[in-house]
């Protein structure tokens, strides 16, 4: 069959290195994908946001599979397009992709079925939002309950903070996105990521993860993308899973059916972890990049058959083949990220570099200049290392990173350190 993946960065080089293991897999497109894809792929100008441009695209190279990477697409609608096109899309809709879209929407469902989480409040004007800190004091969460670009989450530890946040938000500084906002009870403990497969009725989970969002090694400094991962999670046990998928995850999934929207595609819970027992922090509709990096490595070929029977509804037949197995991505970030950096670094020192089954150096923002790759984003490269345990994981995807020669990079020296 023919592929197109949306998306150009580390998190769609992973899906496109393990979906070309996959004898499945014909031709393989990538639009607009980066450097470090094009040979597993071809790469397609396209505009992504685009559902006629991304059907039209279909169309012309009949491709039989589009897996959309990122939320933007979802969000604009392109799976609901490609569906109506009769074209097999993996993605939620875009009423689906309001778990991610917003913040009260996923409370609301949360709410219906009885999840877990966190307690909250919705708020459209700032005198109100005010009194209801006041009340309840701090630590205290406030969020813009729309797309704010990660950046529209405030865990503030001082009342202060949070009438900050406040002003922020009805000031506008998260434009339409914070016109409305969520404050939430403080959820102490540990965080980590589950990923599970839905075809709108039944559920698999394919992986845990635990990334790095702050910037400094000791998770010191601004928060980030994600500057590492490593999968699995060890705080999220079989039975903390399973109690997951029964109180969380089916019933959300059932919801959503319930209210006519039905979830195709990956839901990533976010949850946070404190005596044994989790708790929702918030959904997103799409792959966690860098997580994607260390699933894909851990799930290789077999990552299509799952996608292709979740776009299919055949979830029910399927099953996971575990290795028992580790994965560790090291994010390569461009000196000053997540503040203002420097674009158009030289990168050399890949070519050298092994790519197996257990070696991979996925590229996010580099692109090709005069034979020369050069840096263009702000998270540049995920060096990733697979490994029976999870320091023989660390040390493979550390060698990796060492032996990159860029010196307008830098990464984190301590991934993995709270399992290790
Ligand atoms: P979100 O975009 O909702 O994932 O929030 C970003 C980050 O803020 C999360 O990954 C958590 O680290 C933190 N956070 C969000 N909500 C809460 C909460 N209710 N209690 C504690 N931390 C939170
Ligand atoms: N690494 C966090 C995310 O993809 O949202």
């Known amino acids: 069959m023919n592929i197109l993946i949306l998306g150009s960065g580390g998190r769609e080089h992973a899906l496109a290195w393990a979906i070309r293991q996959n004898p499945k897999c014909d031709r393989l497109f990538v639009a607009p994908g980066n450097p470090g894809m094009a040979s597993l792929a071809r790469l397609a100008d396209l505009d992504i946001l685009s559902g006629p441009a991304v059907i039209g695209f279909c169309e012309e190279n009949a491709i039989d599979l589009v897996v959309i990477g990122p939320e933007a697409p979802l969000a604009a609608g392109v799976a609901d397009d490609l569906r109506a096109a009769g074209i097999l899309a993996f ?70 903070e949070a009438i900050a946040a406040i002003d922020d938000a009805f000031g506008g500084a998260f434009g339409a996105a914070g016109a409305e906002v969520v404050i939430e009870e403080f959820m102490a403990g540990e965080e980590a990521s589950f990923f599970i497969l839905c075809d709108g009725k039944d559920c698999l989970p394919i992986g845990t993860a635990q990334d790095h969002k702050r910037v400094g090694d000791g998770d010191t400094g601004p928060n980030t993308g994600g500057m590492g991962a490593y999968s699995p999670a060890p705080v999220l046990t079989q039975e903390i899973q399973d109690a997951v998928m029964a109180e969380i995850v089916r019933p959300t999934v059932a919801e959503m059916a319930r209210h006519g929207t039905p979830f195709q595609g990956v839901l990533y819970a976010g949850l946070m972890i404190e005596n044994g027992r989790a708790r929702l922090v918030e959904y997103n509709v799409r792959f966690g990049d860098p997580e994607c990096q260390v699933l894909m490595m851990r799930l290789g070929a077999q990552a299509l058959d799952l996608i292709l029977a979740c776009a299919e509804g055949r979830l029910a037949e399927m099953q996971v083949n575990w290795a028992d197995d580790h994965a560790l991505t090291v994010v390569l970030a461009a000196k000053g990220y997540p503040g203002s950096y420097e674009k158009g670094t030289e990168i050399r020192g890949l070519d050298t570099l092994p790519e197996d089954s257990a070696h991979m150096v996925f590229h996010a923002g580099t692109s090709e200049q005069d034979g020369k790759l050069i840096a263009t984003g702000g998270r540049v490269l995920a060096a990733t290392g697979r490994g029976a345990n999870l320091a023989e994981a660390h040390a493979e995807a550390y060698a990796l990173a060492d032996a990159i020669d860029w010196p307008g990079g830098f990464y984190r020296r301590d991934i993995g350190w709270r399992a290790l």
Do not use: N
């Not at 689906?96 to 307690?119: G, H, N, Q």
């Not at 729309?146 to 009342?159: P, Q, R, S």
């Open 91 to 160: 993605g939620p809709s875009k009423a689906a992709a309001m778990l991610e879209a917003s913040k009260s929407f996923t409370k609301e469902v949360c709410d219906a079925c009885a999840a877990p989480t966190a307690a909250w409040a919705r708020f459209d004007a700032a005198e109100p939002a005010r009194a209801y800190i006041r009340e309840k004091g701090a630590p205290i969460v406030i969020k813009a309950d729309g797309l704010a670009a990660g950046k529209g989450v405030t865990v503030a530890m001082l009342e202060a």
